[in-house]
């Protein structure tokens, strides 16, 4: 099956907005489709890269370092799979290195390129997780993500200011209280 058009997914958007009840030729719809389309290509710009490869470039000179290294309130912004509605939060990822580090940013942008595709927030929790413990083989991965969902928020149970928080812990950060307890005070998760 061939991958749909930037006219084929104006045209979805034209019809959405019929279905609504709108007239999509009025002046200030006009231009919707093309924008509705523009945008989904960035919002959902995580099918176009392969996350993992973000932690490929590692450095082993880390004069010793031995201890947790924890990026936290990294801005998380997904989309629902079942209503495909906004999900947004921050996401709080760690690792304890075994010989190596990455630098920071690749751990936002691991977040990020899982981020922008549809999914359930369970599922993006671990996918993150999963990665930095495949690719970097560190001692231990922890990965918590505290999101609000629109589906719950805008419609449905209609519950605003109630969010959604996700864990996935690995290695020594999953069975070792000492260092689950650190890693989950040093995201306040506890």
Not at 94 to 111: C, D
Not at 119 to 131: D, R, V, W
């Given at each position: 099956?061939?991958?749909?058009?930037?006219?084929?997914?104006e045209a979805a958007v034209?019809?959405?907005?019929?279905?609504?009840?709108?007239?999509?030729?009025?002046?200030?719809?006009?231009?919707?489709?093309?924008?509705?389309?523009?945008?989904?290509?960035?919002?959902?710009?995580?099918?176009?890269?392969?996350?993992?490869?973000?932690?490929?470039?590692?450095?082993?000179?880390?004069?010793?370092?031995?201890?947790?290294?924890?990026?936290?309130?990294?801005?998380?912004?997904?989309?629902?799979?079942?209503?495909?509605?906004?999900?947004?939060?921050?996401?709080?990822?760690?690792?304890?290195?075994?010989?190596?580090?990455?630098?920071?940013?690749?751990?936002?942008?691991?977040?990020?390129?899982?981020?922008?595709?549809?999914?359930?927030?369970?599922?993006?929790?671990?996918?993150?997780?999963?990665?930095?413990?495949?690719?970097?083989?560190?001692?231990?991965?922890?990965?918590?993500?505290?999101?609000?969902?629109?589906?719950?928020?805008?419609?449905?149970?209609?519950?605003?200011?109630?969010?959604?928080?996700?864990?996935?812990?690995?290695?020594?950060?999953?069975d070792d209280p000492r260092?689950?307890?650190?890693?989950?005070?040093?995201?306040?998760?506890i």
């Amino acid at each position: 099956m061939a991958k749909p058009t930037q006219a084929d997914a104006e045209a979805a958007v034209r019809l959405l907005i019929e279905w609504a009840g709108e007239d999509p030729n009025r002046e200030g719809l006009r231009d919707t489709p093309a924008r509705v389309a523009r945008s989904y290509h960035e919002l959902f710009s995580g099918y176009a890269v392969d996350p993992r490869d973000y932690l490929k470039r590692t450095f082993e000179e880390v004069g010793g370092y031995d201890e947790l290294v924890v990026l936290k309130n990294i801005r998380v912004v997904s989309f629902c799979e079942h209503h495909m509605l906004p999900v947004i939060g921050r996401a709080h990822v760690g690792y304890l290195p075994s010989n190596r580090v990455v630098g920071i940013s690749k751990l936002a942008r691991v977040v990020h390129g899982f981020a922008r595709r549809l999914q359930i927030q369970e599922k993006l929790t671990a996918e993150i997780a999963t990665a930095i413990q495949d690719i970097l083989e560190p001692q231990g991965v922890g990965v918590v993500i505290e999101a609000e969902h629109n589906c719950m928020t805008l419609r449905g149970v209609n519950t605003p200011g109630t969010s959604l928080t996700t864990s996935k812990l690995l290695g020594v950060i999953r069975d070792d209280p000492r260092t689950r307890e650190e890693f989950l005070g040093l995201t306040r998760c506890i």
